[in-house]
C-alpha cells in the first residue's frame, strides 16, 4: 500500500506563488499527479509526470502557470504555482498510478490527506 503525503499549501495574495510537495511510499511508483477539488465541486485533474521518462502533462487552462516536477530518489513529485488566481482555492491532492496521463478522479482510490490552498483577492 502507498503511502502519500503532501505539504506546501497555505495563504497567498493573488499574483502569488506557492510549491507544493508530496512523497510517496511503499511501493514503486511509476508516475505521481495533483488534483483539487473546490468547495462544491468535484475533484479536478491538475498534472501528472512519468517517473520514468520525461513526460509531464498539465491541465490546459493551466498551462504557463503551474509546472510539474519530480525528485526521483526521494519518490517526490512537485506542483510549482505561480501567479495565483482566487479561482485556485481548492484543497490539492497527490495520487500515483501506473501509466501518465490525463487523469480522471473516478479512476483513483489511493489519495493523499490533501493539502488547502487559499488564494486571497
Known amino acids: 500500500q502507498v503511502h502519500l503525503v503532501e505539504s506546501g499549501g497555505g495563504l497567498v495574495q493573488a499574483g502569488g506563488s506557492l510549491r507544493l510537495s508530496c512523497t510517496a511510499s511503499?511501493?514503486?511508483?511509476?508516475?505521481m499527479g495533483w488534483f483539487r477539488q473546490a468547495p462544491g465541486k468535484e475533484r479536478e485533474f491538475v498534472a501528472s509526470i512519468s517517473f520514468y521518462d520525461t513526460t509531464r502533462i498539465i491541465e490546459n487552462s493551466l498551462k504557463g502557470r503551474f509546472a510539474i516536477s519530480r525528485a526521483d530518489t526521494l519518490n517526490t513529485v512537485y506542483l510549482q504555482m505561480n501567479n495565483l488566481k482566487p479561482e485556485d482555492t481548492a484543497i490539492y491532492y497527490c495520487?500515483?498510478?501506473?501509466?501518465?496521463?490525463?487523469?480522471?478522479?473516478?479512476?483513483?482510490?489511493?489519495w493523499g490527506q490533501g493539502t488547502q490552498v487559499t488564494v486571497s483577492s
Open positions: 495520487t500515483y498510478a501506473d501509466v501518465v496521463g490525463y487523469w480522471n478522479a473516478d479512476d483513483f482510490r489511493s
Open positions: 511503499g511501493r514503486t511508483i511509476y508516475a
